[in-house]
Structures are given as structure tokens and as C-alpha cells.
């Protein structure tokens, strides 16, 4: 069983910055370093969408286009912690963010892939 707390989220104007952070703890197969990680936020009334995932080295990244050059996921594997850097955020960002984890997702960018699951956190941007 893998736990996931996400935190970090918050009301922000326009063109402003946040960082999320996913904290994971818990019995775990391999390690917190064994699991691919990624981010989803979630819309009032629409599914889940992919942003940003990362692997278990975190060497490597992806990201959805509608996000690239603005977002930045991250890991730090002895902290058992995953983040997301957002930057020159937009009204339509608004969502709640949730952090997935997954030890070998056949397909990253979509979220039935994914067996684990935190909690949310909100990020409001302001027009």
C-alpha cells in the first residue's frame, strides 16, 4: 500500500506561481523509487486529465502540451516526495490536483493506470 498527501495548493492571480508537493509513505514494493509518479488535475464536472509524470529515476518527464514550459515535475526519492513546480498560471488551471503513483503503468498519461491516489489539493487562479 502506498499513501499519498499532496499539499501546496492555494488561490493565486493570474500569471502567478505555486508549488505542489506529493509525500508518499507506507509499506512499498522496491521502495518509493520503484513507483512511476504524475500529477491530475480535476475539474468541477470533467475527468481527470494528465500533466505531468515522471519516472522512477526521474530521469525522465512528460508533460501535456497545454502545460510545457510553464509546469515542472520533480522528485526526490530520498525524501519519498514528488513535486510540481507551476509557473504563469491560468484561469483554466483551476482544478483540484491529484498525485497518482503507479509501479509500471503501461500507458502514463492516463489516470485508470494508476492504483494510488492522494487526496487533492485545490489550485484557484484568478482572472
Known amino acids: 500500500q502506498v499513501n499519498l498527501v499532496e499539499s501546496g495548493g492555494g488561490l493565486v492571480q493570474a500569471g502567478g506561481s505555486l508549488r505542489l508537493s506529493c509525500a508518499a509513505s507506507g509499506r512499498t514494493f522496491s521502495g518509493y523509487s520503484g513507483y512511476v509518479m504524475a500529477w491530475f488535475p480535476q475539474a468541477p464536472g470533467k475527468e481527470r486529465d494528465f500533466v505531468a509524470g515522471i519516472s522512477r529515476s526521474g530521469e525522465s518527464t512528460q508533460y501535456a502540451d497545454a502545460v510545457k514550459g510553464r509546469f515542472t515535475i520533480s522528485r526526490d526519492n530520498a525524501k519519498n516526495t514528488v513535486y510540481l513546480g507551476m509557473n504563469r498560471l491560468k484561469p483554466e488551471d483551476t482544478a483540484v490536483y491529484y498525485c497518482?503513483?503507479?509501479?509500471?503503468?503501461?500507458?502514463?498519461?492516463?489516470?485508470?493506470?494508476?492504483?494510488?491516489w492522494g487526496q487533492g489539493t485545490q489550485v484557484t487562479v484568478s482572472s
Open positions: 497518482a503513483a503507479e509501479y509500471s503503468p503501461v500507458n502514463p498519461g492516463q489516470w485508470y493506470e494508476y492504483d494510488y
